[in-house]
Antibody, heavy 122, light 110 residues
């Protein structure tokens, strides 16, 4: 059974940093691109970042470029999101999501974690 | 402002058919990228409903179907049931290979 479990969320002050983790199991993690997607309270889904299986290709949304860094450790079956210079508008539930194909595009996101809440507030 | 445009809400009575549109541009859907659809029930993570424009993952009822034409896509739900009440999102990619979502559509079953 595929499982994605996020951790690392919490309350942080504007300008602060946080590192999210996503522990994956039930599939060959090293073969699939992975993504972070966020959802602000009461709002829609926003794609944040993706990394290819070997980290050769990494992409970011304009809203987080230069502040967030996605990474992965295939030996530990884990995905990470380092978030720096956090702003109030980064407040959201952050989901990790697996690509349904080995690369995204073309695939969609076939498995999602339960999400971890990040709150940026003074 | 989302890159892909969806109606904020749709509604229908049990047993009816509803459609949800997803309008993009020549830099995303129109560039040939597949469209995927997600269902999000209240308080839960999104679930992949349709992938590759018109394919259903195992376990998704055939009441759900997708289509794509030009710069737009649609999700159709037939035989509407109370359990279908949820938020629905379309998703694709743009020319920079970034993911893009629609703003979401809230389906109300009357």
């Amino acid at each position: 059974e595929v499982q994605l479990v996020e951790s690392g969320g919490g309350l942080v002050k504007p300008g602060g940093s946080l590192r999210l983790s996503c522990a994956a199991s039930g599939f060959t993690f090293s073969s699939y691109s992975m993504n972070w997607v966020r959802q602000a309270p009461g709002k829609g889904l926003e794609w944040v970042s993706s990394t290819s299986s070997s980290s050769s290709y990494i992409y970011y949304a304009d809203s987080v470029k230069g502040r967030f860094t996605i990474s992965r450790d295939n030996a530990k079956n884990s995905l990470y999101l380092q978030m720096n210079s956090l702003r109030a508008e980064d407040t959201a539930v952050y989901y990790c999501a697996k690509c349904s194909t080995t690369t995204c595009p073309p695939g969609g996101f076939d498995y999602w974690g339960q999400g971890t809440l990040v709150t940026v507030s003074s | 402002q989302s890159v892909l445009t969806q109606p904020p809400s749709v509604s229908g009575a049990p047993g009816q058919r509803v459609t949800i549109s997803c309008t993009g541009s020549s830099s995303n859907i129109g560039a040939g990228y597949d469209v995927h659809w997600y269902q999000q029930l209240p308080g839960t993570a999104p679930k992949l409903l349709i992938y590759g424009n018109n394919n259903r993952p195992s376990g998704v009822p055939d009441r759900f179907s997708g289509s794509k034409s030009g710069t737009s896509a649609s999700l159709a739900i037939t035989g509407l049931q109370a359990e279908d009440e949820a938020d629905y999102y379309c998703q694709s990619y743009d020319s920079s290979l970034s993911g893009v979502f629609g703003g979401g559509t809230k389906l109300t079953v009357l």
